[in-house]
């Protein structure tokens, strides 16, 4: 089976005209607050801010520097500068002793003695499985007895490939 694999996953779609929605989005915002103060600056002040906005605002929307949009760049530059800094170089450990009581070579026999006693041996384990003839819990499973002497319900169909060179047969299980 072949699945489509997408290219050029980067690209932004072009939603209003040949400007993607962020661009489109840049430049309205530029140009409503552009046109808002129209109404409270001289005109002469109007038009520094109105250049000062719409220049901004065409280099938010169209400039990439290393393959990143200049917006993402700029909230990044931002994070980094505020966000808490904590450099850390040549941290010294502390230092701490660690007292371990003394154990004799008798008592740890013992120990290692009482814990293996309770395990059984891998020898007797095999003996057990090969020649036991009660069941080891959760070795078998057990017989379904409603299915005894019953042919399972089973139904073959007939394909051919693709480039028609072979007929086959395929089990296909209804149950």
Do not use: C
Request: charged letters at 25%.
């Amino acid at each position: 089976m072949q699945f489509q694999i997408p290219q050029f996953i980067e690209v932004e779609n072009k939603i209003v005209g040949p400007l993607s929605l962020k661009q489109f989005f840049f430049l309205a915002a530029a140009g409503s607050i552009s046109f808002i103060l129209f109404f409270f600056l001289a005109f002469w002040l109007w038009i520094i801010v109105a250049l000062l906005l719409g220049s901004a605002a065409v280099a938010l929307a169209f400039i990439k520097y290393n393959g990143r949009p200049l917006h993402q760049l700029v909230f990044s530059a931002a994070g980094f500068f505020w966000r808490p800094r904590l450099y850390l170089w040549q941290r010294r450990q502390k230092e701490r002793d660690i007292i371990l009581p003394e154990i004799s070579v008798e008592t740890e026999r013992k120990n290692l003695q009482k814990f293996f006693s309770g395990i059984p041996s891998v020898k007797k384990l095999w003996q057990d499985l090969m020649t036991t003839k009660q069941p080891i819990p959760k070795r078998e499973k057990k017989a379904e007895r409603s299915n005894w002497g019953r042919k399972p319900n089973e139904k073959f169909e007939l394909f051919r490939k693709l480039t028609g060179e072979k007929e086959m047969a395929r089990r296909v299980d209804y149950r």
